[in-house]
């Protein structure tokens, strides 16, 4: 007997051990009465209702005696299986679980608490997979086979969900679930250690003094919470238009426009691409622009957007630096083909980017602000950064935990003074010794 085989048989029992029989059983019996692609026009709902009575008929007609609970206990299973999916089921109600990763059929990893481990759950096949991948992705009417084997979806709840299947994986299928992240404030993030209060009182004043803002990071860095922090501190009466591939920013405001992109539909046309919606928020008469994430083109529209008027802009960039973060926007503003000479692009992102905060993941899983840097350089100068805060890691303790140190860099008074004429006040952390007195006396503020 095969692997694969074994596995089935493990499952059935598994399933078959409550009285009722095999949800498989059932759920096999449910599919040969009804086509699934028959209800692709009904809601979640209805689709339920319609599965719960067929079910329920085939229980009354071929199943043993059950009492009423048990027999709506079954019946919930078989739709479960049929609609929902499966084995995910569990973990996706397990709020500890930030990540789920399923490596084919019998390899599923978890996120918790910022580590990854193996679990015990385990799909009974390949064809089963392929099953629950193909739910996820009807629900966003896409299709997942050789000739489109890579795709994005999202399940109705939120979460995002990544699918690449052979023969672009050599794994198996491949499904990736990120939990719709926890939004998380400035403060929280300050009493995880992630930051220094200091640095997040000065960053909610760089927020509201308009400057404009990169969150910089390596995947899962917490880049997209950090962002969602900070756009916080953005005035409730502004007009906020924020443009994301997957939406998962969560302001509270009250004037807030949530533009999502949209991939090419199975004949490869509709697209709309995060540069369109970038584009296209210009006429929107935004006060300010959130970008979740540049990633092409459409980093070129920002940087036009942040120096004409849409200052106070924030967005994030893939990164391993803050450094390394100005260079990236450069190759990415590049990737336009509106042809603009590489110094003129220099040029704006000297002009257009105020600050830089750059996130790090460490080995114990946690994640921090790592640095934050002014962008120093003007003009088409070579990029220079001015250190405001640095994150110094110390080696893992005994108990794996890393610890370090956050060390404040004065800001240079031209910062400060702009970050007073806007009304807000400075962090005494941040001004220069000779200067740390009340910041409007200590740096001339005339009201
Ligand atoms: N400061 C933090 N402390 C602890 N957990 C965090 C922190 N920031 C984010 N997380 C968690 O880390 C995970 C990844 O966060 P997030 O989605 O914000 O990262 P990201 O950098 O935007 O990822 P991606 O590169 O995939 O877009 C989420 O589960 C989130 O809740
Ligand atoms: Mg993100």
Do not use: C
């Not at 994986?169 to 990120?178: A, C, K």
């Not at 993030?189 to 209060?197: N, T, Y």
């Not at 640095?199 to 404009?212: H, I, K």
């Not at 140190?405 to 400060?416: K, Q, V, Y």
């Amino acid at each position: 007997m095969g692997l694969r085989d074994r596995l089935d048989d493990d499952h059935l029992s598994e399933q078959g051990s409550d009285r009722g029989g095999s949800v498989s059983h059932w759920r096999q019996r449910l599919l040969t009465e009804i086509n699934l692609d028959d209800l692709a026009m009904l809601s979640m709902q209805q689709r339920r209702i319609r599965l719960e009575k067929v079910v329920g008929h085939i229980l009354s007609r071929e199943g043993p005696v059950l009492s009423d609970r048990e027999r709506s206990a079954m019946i919930r299973r078989v739709v479960d299986e049929a609609l929902g999916l499966g084995v995910l089921e569990p973990l996706l109600a397990d709020d500890s679980v930030t990540e789920i990763m399923v490596n084919g059929p019998d390899n599923v990893y978890v996120e918790r608490r910022g580590r990854v481990e193996r679990i015990d759950t385990t799909f009974a096949s390949e064809t089963q997979l392929l099953q629950t991948i193909d739910r996820i992705v009807a629900q966003v009417n896409r299709r997942v086979d050789e000739s489109s084997p890579m795709v994005d979806a999202r399940l109705p709840s939120g979460e995002r969900v990544n699918v690449i299947i052979p023969p672009l994986s050599l794994s198996g299928p491949i499904v990736t679930i990120r939990r719709f992240p926890k939004p998380f404030t400035i403060a929280q993030l300050a009493a995880k250690g992630s930051l220094d209060e200091a640095t997040g009182s000065l960053l909610a004043a760089l927020v509201r003094a308009r400057f404009n803002v990169i969150i910089a990071g390596g995947t899962g860095s917490g880049k997209t919470t950090f962002l969602n922090a900070l756009s916080a501190f953005a005035p409730n009466h502004e007009r906020i238009v924020t443009i994301e591939d997957s939406a998962e920013l969560q302001l509270q405001q009250e004037h807030v426009i949530r533009l999502e992109s949209r991939p090419p539909n199975m004949e490869g046309a509709g697209q709309v691409s995060i540069r369109d919606l970038v584009r296209n928020s210009l006429r929107m008469r935004p006060d300010r622009i959130i970008v979740g994430e540049v990633r092409g083109a459409e980093t070129l529209d920002m940087l036009q957007a942040m120096n004409t008027g849409h200052d106070g802009s924030l967005a994030t960039v893939h990164a391993n630096s803050a450094d390394d973060a100005v260079y990236r926007l450069l190759t990415l503003a590049s990737m336009s083909e509106v042809k603009i000479p590489f110094e003129a692009i220099q040029d704006q992102i000297n002009a257009a980017v105020d600050v830089i905060v750059h996130l790090s993941r460490h080995a114990d899983g946690s994640r921090r602000v790592s640095e934050v840097g002014l962008v120093a350089s003007k003009r088409r100068e070579e990029f220079r950064l001015e250190p405001v805060l640095r994150f110094e890691a110390q080696p893992l303790d005994a108990h794996g935990v890393v610890n370090g140190e956050f060390h404040r860099f004065p800001l240079p008074p031209h910062i400060a003074q702009r970050i007073i004429n806007a009304g807000e006040a400075i962090p005494p952390a941040f001004l220069a010794p000779s200067t740390a007195r009340p910041s409007h006396t200590a740096l001339g503020a005339t009201p």
